[in-house]
C-alpha cells in the first residue's frame, strides 16, 4: 500500500513539484495555442463556407494519428524537449475548438444577426459582439475536449525528453519503481479530473449566461 | 468611430418607382409614395402585400431592383448602410433583444460601439428607461428572459432611440401581444409618439391600431400601393372593395348605434384576477411572470378595483397591499350599448372596465378612440 511516507519520499526523488510546474506549463502553453488557433480556424471557415468542409476532413485524419505516432513524426521538425508535444496537441486540439467555434456560430438564430445588422452593426461588430458571445457556451464545450486531449498528450510527452509528469512515469517504468508509477499516475489523473471539473463550472456558467437554447 | 449624422430631421423621404421582385413575383411593385417629415405613416395591408419589404428599403435591408428611395434628397444608395442605420431606429415584433446582454447593455449597444463616454451611455440607457416607464434600478441589470413580453417590447423601444434617430421604422411591434396588453402600450405609444415627435413609419395588420396612431394610412395589396390618406378618408372615401374591407372590417361603423358591449368586448381571464391582501412587491413579480400590465383586485367575489404595474413599481418596497392600492373601475353589463359605455369611459378619462354578468366577470372593455371619434 501506498503510506504517506512512500508518496513523500517518491515525491521527493521524483522532483514531482518541478514536473508537475513543467506539466502544467507545457499544458497552457498548449491549450492557449489551440484556443487561438481553434477559434480562429472556426470563425474563417464559418466567414468562408466553402472552406469548411475540407478543412473539417482534414483535421479529423489529423486527429486518427495515434498520439505517440505524432509526436514521433514531430520530432525531426521541432527537436526533442516540450515543442513536438506543444505542437501535437494543438494539431489534436483545432479540431474540437473549431467545429464547435463552427456549429455554435452557425446555430445563432439568424434572427438575432438580422437585429444585429439592422440596428446598425457592421459585420464585423455583429460577429464580435453578437455571434462569437452568443456562441461561447459550444465553444466551451469544444475547449473542455482539448483540454482532455491535451492532458493525455502532455503525460506522454515524458517519452520524448519534454519534461512533466511524463517524465517521472517514464522513470518509474525503466527502473521498475511500482510506487513512482502508481504516486505519478494517481497524480496525473487527478490533475487531469480536477481541470476537467472546472472547465465543466465554467462551461456550465456560460450556459446559464449566454445559452438561450 | 463615432458616425457623423446622415440627417439632424426628416424632410421628406421619397420612394420613386419603387420595384422588388423574387424569382418572378413582385413584392413591391413600381412604388411610389412620400413620407412627409414629422408624421406617422402607417403601412397596412394584407400579409404578403409587401409592407415589410417597402419598410425594408428605407435602411437598405433589402435592396430594390428599381427605382430610388431618396432621405431629405440623398438617394441612399450613395450613403454608407451602417452609417445610415445608426441615424434611424428600428422596432420589429420579436423584439430581438439580444439574450446575453443585460438590458443597459442591449440599449448601449450602439453608443458604445460609437465609443460615447461611458457617463453619458448609462445616463442615456436611465432616460430612456424612464421614458418607457421601466424603473432603470429594478430593470437595468436583467436579462430579457426576465422580463415580460410588454417589458420586453418596451426595452426595444428604448433601444431603438438610443440615438436619439431622427426617423423610427416599426414592424408590427405589438403584433405579437395579446389584444389588451397591446391596447396599453399603443396608449403608451401615443404617447411618446407626441413627445418625440419624430418621423415614424410603422407597419401593421391591425386597422384599429393603424387608425389610432397613424397620421396617414397606406393601404398596400399585391405589392402595390392602393390608397394613402388620413384615417377619415379611407373610412369616408375607401377607394375600392379593399380599403373598404380593411378599414372597417366588422362593419363596427355602420352599427354603431345597435353594437352592443358584448360586441366589442375581450373574453376575461383568470390570469388578470389578482388577490386583495397581495403585496405589491410579489404582484409585480406576479404580473411580470403572467405579461399583465393591469390586473384586477379581488376580494372573493367582490371586485374592488385595478392595478397597473407601473404604479406598482414605484411603491415597491412600502409592503402595501393590493387592496390599499385599487383603483375604482367602471363596469358594464353586456347588453350596455357601446355607445354609451364608450363615452362613460372616456368622461372619467379610464381606457378600460370591466364587463359583469350579474356578479361574474365576463369580459373586458377597452376603449376605442376610433368609435369615439364617431360616436
Ligand atoms: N426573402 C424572400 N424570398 C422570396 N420571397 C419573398 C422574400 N421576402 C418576401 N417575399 C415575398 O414578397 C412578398 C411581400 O412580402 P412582405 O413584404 O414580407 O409582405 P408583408 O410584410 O406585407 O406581409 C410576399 O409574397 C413574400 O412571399
Ligand atoms: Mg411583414
Keep these: 500500500m501506498l503510506s504517506i511516507q512512500v508518496i513523500a519520499d517518491v515525491w521527493d526523488r521524483h522532483l514531482i513539484t518541478m514536473r508537475t510546474i513543467e506539466h502544467l506549463h507545457m499544458f497552457s502553453i498548449a491549450l492557449i495555442l489551440s484556443i487561438i488557433i481553434g477559434v480562429s480556424v472556426g470563425v474563417f471557415i464559418y466567414m468562408k463556407p466553402k472552406t469548411a468542409n475540407p478543412v473539417l476532413n482534414f483535421l479529423n485524419i489529423v486527429e486518427t494519428i495515434p498520439d505517440l505516432a505524432l509526436i514521433v513524426l514531430l520530432l525531426p521538425i521541432l527537436k526533442l524537449g516540450a515543442g513536438p508535444t506543444i505542437a501535437a496537441c494543438v494539431l489534436y486540439s483545432i479540431l474540437p475548438i473549431a467545429r464547435n467555434t463552427y456549429t455554435g456560430l452557425k446555430s445563432v438564430d439568424e434572427q438575432y444577426t438580422y437585429v444585429a445588422q439592422a440596428i446598425g452593426l457592421s459585420p464585423r461588430e455583429a460577429l464580435m459582439k453578437v455571434r462569437i458571445p452568443m456562441s461561447l457556451p459550444l465553444i466551451a464545450g469544444g475547449i473542455r475536449i482539448a483540454l482532455v486531449f491535451c492532458m493525455g498528450v502532455v503525460t506522454l510527452g515524458g517519452l520524448v525528453a519534454a ?14 519503481q511500482k510506487d513512482a508509477i502508481l504516486v505519478a499516475g494517481l497524480w496525473t489523473g487527478l490533475l487531469a479530473v480536477l481541470l476537467d471539473g ?3 463550472m465554467i462551461e456550465k456558467k456560460l450556459h446559464e449566461r449566454y445559452g438561450t437554447w | ?107 448601449g449597444l450602439v453608443p458604445k460601439i460609437e465609443k460615447q463616454n461611458k457617463k453619458d451611455i448609462e445616463e442615456r440607457v436611465k432616460t430612456l428607461l424612464d421614458f418607457v416607464s421601466l424603473p432603470p434600478e429594478m430593470f437595468m441589470n436583467r436579462y430579457p428572459k426576465q422580463l415580460s413580453g410588454g417589458q420586453q417590447q418596451r426595452v426595444g423601444l428604448a433601444r431603438a432611440m438610443a440615438m436619439d434617430p431622427p426617423l423610427f421604422l416599426m414592424d ?14 399603443q396608449k403608451e405609444f401615443l404617447k411618446i409618439k407626441n413627445e418625440i415627435n419624430r418621423t415614424i413609419v410603422f407597419v401593421t395588420h391591425d386597422i384599429e391600431e393603424a387608425l389610432v396612431l397613424g397620421d396617414r394610412i397606406a393601404i398596400m395589396d399585391q405589392g402595390e400601393l392602393v390608397q394613402v390618406g388620413p384615417p377619415e378618408e379611407l373610412i369616408f372615401n375607401p377607394a375600392n372593395e379593399l380599403v373598404a374591407d380593411i378599414v372597417d372590417n366588422q362593419r363596427k361603423f355602420k352599427h354603431m348605434d345597435t353594437l352592443k358591449v358584448k360586441d366589442l368586448m375581450s373574453p376575461f381571464e383568470d390570469k388578470y384576477v389578482l388577490e386583495a391582501k397581495m403585496e405589491a412587491c410579489d404582484a409585480v413579480d406576479e404580473m411580470t411572470d403572467r405579461d399583465l400590465e393591469t390586473a384586477f383586485v379581488f376580494e372573493g367575489d367582490e371586485l374592488l378595483g385595478q392595478v397597473e404595474i407601473v404604479d406598482l413599481m414605484k411603491c415597491r418596497d412600502r409592503g402595501e397591499k393590493l387592496s390599499e392600492l385599487a383603483k375604482p373601475i367602471k363596469t358594464f353589463q353586456p347588453m350596455d ?33 376610433v368609435l369615439l371619434k364617431l360616436i
Design chain 1, 163 to 176: 519534461g512533466g509528469l511524463g517524465t517521472v512515469l517514464q522513470n518509474g517504468i525503466q527502473l521498475y
Design chain 1, 198 to 200: 472546472f472547465a465543466g
Design chain 2, 1 to 107: 468611430m463615432q458616425t457623423e449624422r446622415l440627417f439632424d430631421r426628416i424632410e421628406s423621404i421619397q420612394f420613386k418607382g419603387i420595384t422588388k421582385k423574387y424569382g418572378e413575383g413582385f413584392a413591391v411593385k413600381e412604388l411610389d409614395l412620400e413620407i412627409i417629415g414629422g408624421e406617422l405613416l402607417i403601412l397596412i395591408g394584407p400579409s404578403g402585400s409587401g409592407k415589410t419589404t417597402t419598410l425594408r428599403m428605407i435602411n437598405r435591408m433589402i435592396e430594390q431592383d428599381e427605382g430610388s428611395v431618396t432621405i431629405n434628397g440623398i438617394d441612399t444608395k450613395d450613403a454608407d448602410p451602417v452609417r445610415l442605420r445608426r441615424n434611424i431606429g428600428y422596432v420589429i415584433q420579436n423584439i430581438g433583444l439580444f439574450p446575453h446582454m443585460t438590458i443597459r447593455e442591449n440599449i
Design chain 2, 172 to 185: 408590427e411591434p405589438f403584433g405579437a401581444l395579446d389584444p389588451i396588453l397591446r391596447k396599453q402600450l
Design chain 2, 337 to 369: 350599448s357601446v355607445a354609451f359605455a364608450l363615452s362613460e369611459m372616456k368622461n372619467s378619462g379610464e381606457y378600460l372596465a370591466i364587463v359583469m354578468n350579474s356578479k361574474h366577470p365576463v369580459g373586458i372593455l377597452v376603449s376605442d378612440e
